[in-house]
């Protein structure tokens, strides 16, 4: 089945615990991108990767890294998380045609305290 | 800049009522537009997608929208809703050729049975 997978689905850590939220997907797709989903604020790109080795910011990176060593993989990383980074985090991939719809993970629902 | 706005923040409709969500978006050149739905604790999904061709597209569980080029629009209809159609719809948009989507803040749709 095709699908993308993230864990955890639950989170709670405290200030500065550094943590990774992993994703991964079956698809062979090249694009893959983290979004971060707040109240009022809808869907908010953190990074995306146009392909392996290839990483660029999004609209909101602070705080968040992401490395894409193989192509089914791209992890998030909060070094030193922060309290508003309490949030609901998506992954999605897509597929070498930009015509084509995002895939979403199920989500990780993270909370810093 | 791009930018996708949805007009309503929240929905509140009876069953059988028709829907129509607005979603305008700002964006030189030609456009993708999707709408994605989330149901309450899941991840988002494609309902439809206008890539070119016919304005009026038909997409999942009843749901259309019609691309109107000269209001930069691209609304959400249904003609009758049902309970299950209880979700949060994100109006969504992209540059030909290119990978980077842009969303709305979302609508929640209430339907009361």
């Known amino acids: 089945e095709a699908q993308v997978t993230q864990n955890p689905r639950y989170l709670i850590t405290v200030t500065g615990k550094k943590l990774t939220v992993t994703c991964s997907q079956n698809?062979?797709?090249?694009?893959m991108s983290w979004y971060r989903q707040d109240p009022g604020l809808g869907l908010r790109q953190i990074y995306y990767?146009?392909?392996?080795?290839?990483?660029d910011k999004g609209d909101v990176p602070e705080g968040y890294k992401v490395s894409r060593k193989e192509k089914r993989n791209f992890p998030l990383i909060l070094e030193s998380p922060s309290p508003n980074q309490t949030s609901l985090y998506f992954c999605?991939?897509?597929?070498?045609?930009?015509?084509?719809?995002?895939?979403f993970g199920n989500g990780t629902r993270l909370t810093v305290t | 800049a791009q930018s996708v706005s949805q007009h309503n923040h929240h929905v509140i409709l009876s069953e059988a009522a028709s829907l129509e969500l607005g979603c305008n978006y700002s964006?030189?050149?030609?456009?993708?537009l999707f709408w994605y739905v989330q149901y309450p604790g899941q991840h988002l999904q494609l309902l439809l997608k206008?890539?070119?061709?016919?304005?009026l597209v038909k997409g999942i569980k009843g749901f259309e929208a019609e691309f109107i080029k000269s209001k930069f629009s691209f609304n959400l209809r249904k003609p009758s809703v049902q309970w299950s159609d209880t979700a949060e719809y994100f109006c969504?948009?992209?540059?030909?050729?290119?990978?980077?989507?842009?969303f709305g803040k979302g609508t929640k749709l209430s339907v009361i049975p």
């Open positions: 969504a948009a992209s540059g030909a050729g290119s990978y980077q989507l842009t």
């Open positions: 990767s146009m392909n392996v080795e290839v990483t």
């Open positions: 999605a991939s897509m597929g070498r045609d930009s015509n084509s719809p995002l895939h």
């Open positions: 698809m062979n797709h090249e694009y």
């Open positions: 206008y890539f070119s061709g016919d304005p």
């Open positions: 964006y030189g050149g030609t456009v993708n």
